[in-house]
């Protein structure tokens, strides 16, 4: 195992930013012009209206929902991971962090469209917030939407203020680099940072206060939009566990998402001296731990319904458990329990590769896992009248394939302009001597801590 | 003369060099230490760690708090609407509004707090060297009196490996 150190750390990590191959042009194309194709045909549905989508009664939430739910969960690797990470002073989160943030941010991004996708008319999503109109007619604070609104937003702010924060030195480095318009930008970007140890006090005191404020923030997002399903009459979702059930199900999908990111940065950036197979396999442990919370939690959900026999319920649970959407139910405890219990819990198959089929399963069966709260009971409430089907049209299935090509675009793109593993963070973490390191800033460095 | 100063390739060389302007006369606030990375192994890393920036969190949870309650009570008071049987302005629902607007407020107060007390430049403090983004760690005094350059000059010179400059 090696380990870079100073110039070698500038040198590694600013090459993306100053050097340019034609794969970088080549995954701009292709997934650009992925998101193109979904763009235009999110356009198509607005002048078209709705109809052109699989949602009609009773099932008026279908993939778009879904996705809304994936990506907010998703988003929940980066911020809450790192800050986590940074509040217990794990040493190797060093050049994890960033790679998990920036997840966050864009995924949240893509996570907030898709309520404005669903819209149909995506013009009035001001309604949503609160200004004062001619008519006074303010926002329904008591309904589970709004609170949407409103957690979203805080957890984007402080998301993109915490991605942004520890950037700020490392956008002082490459101002010192650059020359010209691009010395400019990011000379403006650094805010006048100069690296006095006061700077340094007031940043990590920064980080420090956004790091505790970020963790209720992050558990309070998903537990309110696990709200959008459990304040409604529906069967099956009407349960106090859907709360920390989601929390629960986003840390793990997000987990999930940060391996296969890390992975792939690894190979295509060249950063095998930087993410050491030891972050992989502390990661790899961490969703073993969440592949068997979410066990313990589709058990006790599981097994409540069928302890409670009420019918509507019960009709929904056999939908699932052996009716139509059986194949997808048994797919999704594959992907989400059985993959990652083989995978993550032989040491053997714990290596990047392991952790990436891993990644890959759960990010399935999570998609899946959202699909089969919303749709199955939908699609079957309480009275013979509401029963419906729902089959999504290609209009749905591309818009939702696409953000996951937005997703790749947005990250290449914020790779070739941010060093993607934050540089002072990484030189801070070299101490001259054991003697010299003051107890207050002790931590545990690579390798000293196994999960 | 607008700035003398030294560029040091370690610490330990960096701290002797602060150390020996402060037995030149000079104060803590009267000497400029830039670094490309923390510097919490040494004593001079620990220079200018007080700040309120904790309490004005606070005071921005506070009132983000505030923001919270009297959005939600001034909008459902003046537009009274049954919904559900809840009361018209009910605790828990709106909890959760007053609880996102807190963090929120939080948030930027400390955002705010660190543009305002650590990167507004202060008045005639813009000594800057680029070689600390390679590590060298730059010691100096700013706006130095001429009759004491020459003092300086021999502290900053004194550790090892030092490299001196003058504006």
Redesign the interface.
């Known amino acids: 195992m090696t380990h870079p150190t100073?110039?070698q750390i500038?040198r590694d990590l600013l090459h993306p930013l100053f050097n340019t191959s034609w794969r970088f042009y080549l995954l701009v194309a292709i997934f650009g012009g992925i998101v193109l194709f979904g763009l235009a045909t999110w356009f198509t549905q607005t002048v078209n209206g709705y109809g052109v989508t699989g949602i009609r009664w009773p099932v008026y939430w279908g993939f778009y929902v879904t996705s809304f739910v994936f990506w907010i969960g998703i988003s929940h690797a980066g911020t809450l991971i790192s800050a986590i990470l940074r509040l217990v002073n794990a040493g190797w989160r060093r050049p994890v962090t960033r790679c998990a943030e920036v997840i966050t941010a864009f995924a949240l991004i893509i996570g907030a469209l898709f309520p404005i996708i669903h819209l149909g008319r995506p013009w009035l999503a001001f309604w949503m917030f609160?200004y004062p109109s001619e008519r006074?007619?303010?926002?329904?604070?008591?309904?589970p939407l709004?609170?949407d609104f409103?957690?979203i937003?805080?957890y984007l702010?402080?998301s993109l203020?915490f991605l942004y924060?520890p950037i700020?030195?490392d956008f002082?480095?490459v101002r010192?680099?650059s020359t010209g318009l691009r010395r400019k930008i990011y000379g403006a970007l650094a805010?006048?940072?100069?690296?006095?140890?006061?700077?340094?006090?007031?940043?990590?005191?920064?980080m420090q206060?956004?790091a505790i404020?970020?963790i209720?923030?992050a558990v309070?997002v998903h537990t309110?939009v696990s709200f959008d399903f459990s304040m409604a009459p529906v069967p099956t979702w009407n349960t106090t566990i859907f709360g920390p059930y989601f929390v629960a199900g986003a840390i793990f999908s997000g987990i999930a998402g940060l391996l296969i990111a890390m992975a792939v940065l690894r190979k295509f950036l060249h950063l095998e001296a930087y993410l050491h197979p030891l972050h992989f396999e502390n990661l790899g442990k961490l969703m073993l731990v969440m592949a068997l919370l979410w066990g313990y939690f589709v058990f006790n959900e599981r097994l409540v319904t069928y302890y409670g026999n009420e019918p509507a319920e019960m009709s929904v649970y056999w939908r699932t458990q052996s009716g139509t959407f059986a194949p997808l139910f048994w797919t999704m405890v594959i992907c989400n329990f059985v993959l990652p219990l083989i995978l993550m819990g032989i040491r053997r198959f714990r290596t990047i590769t392991g952790c990436v089929i891993a990644s890959i399963g759960v990010v399935i069966g999570m998609w899946l896992e959202r699909f089969l709260i919303i749709v199955p009971a939908l699609g079957h409430k309480y009275l013979p009248y509401s029963y419906g089907i729902y089959r999504p049209t290609p209009p749905e299935i591309i818009v939702a394939s696409s953000t996951f090509a937005a997703m790749a675009l947005l990250y290449v793109l914020f790779a070739k302009v941010v060093p993607i593993i934050s540089i002072?963070e990484l030189?801070?973490g070299e101490?001259?001597s054991p003697e010299?390191?003051?107890p207050?800033?002790e931590e545990h460095r690579l390798g000293d801590l196994h999960l | 003369m607008k700035a003398v100063y030294g560029l040091y390739p370690?610490?330990?060389s960096a701290q002797q060099a602060v150390n020996r302007l402060r037995a030149a006369g000079l104060a803590d606030r009267e000497i400029?230490?830039?670094?490309?990375?923390?510097?919490?192994?040494?004593e001079?890393?620990?220079?200018?760690?007080a700040?309120y920036?904790?309490w004005f969190?606070c005071l921005g949870g506070l009132v983000g708090m505030s923001i919270g309650f009297g959005?939600?009570w001034v909008?459902?008071m003046?537009?009274p609407?049954n919904?559900?049987g809840?009361p018209t302005w009910?605790w828990w629902?709106?909890l959760?509004?007053i609880?996102?607007?807190t963090?929120?407020g939080?948030?930027?107060a400390?955002?705010i707090?660190?543009?305002v007390?650590?990167?507004?430049?202060s008045k005639g403090q813009t000594?800057?060297d680029?070689e600390?983004?390679?590590?060298q760690i730059l010691v100096g005094v700013e706006n130095p009196v001429d009759s004491r350059v020459g003092d300086f000059q021999k502290a900053l010179e004194a550790p090892n490996g030092a490299r001196v400059k003058t504006l």
Do not use: C
């Not at chain 1, 006074?136 to 309904?143: A, M, Y």
């Open positions: 100073g110039s500038n609160p006074l007619i303010w926002p329904n604070f008591r309904s709004v609170w409103f957690a937003n805080t702010t402080g203020l924060l700020i030195p002082a480095i010192d680099k805010l006048g940072w100069r690296g006095t140890p006061k700077q340094w006090h007031r940043l990590e005191t920064a206060i956004m404020a970020i209720p923030v309070s309110i002072w030189k801070a101490h001259p010299l390191l003051p207050a800033t | 370690s610490g330990a400029t230490i830039l670094s490309a990375q923390p510097m919490e192994d040494f001079f890393g620990h220079i200018d760690k700040t920036m904790w969190a959005l939600s909008t459902e003046s537009w609407i919904v559900g809840l009910a629902p709106n959760i509004i609880f996102e607007l963090m929120l939080a948030i930027l400390t955002i707090t660190l543009v007390t650590g990167l507004l430049p000594l800057y680029p600390v983004t390679d590590g």
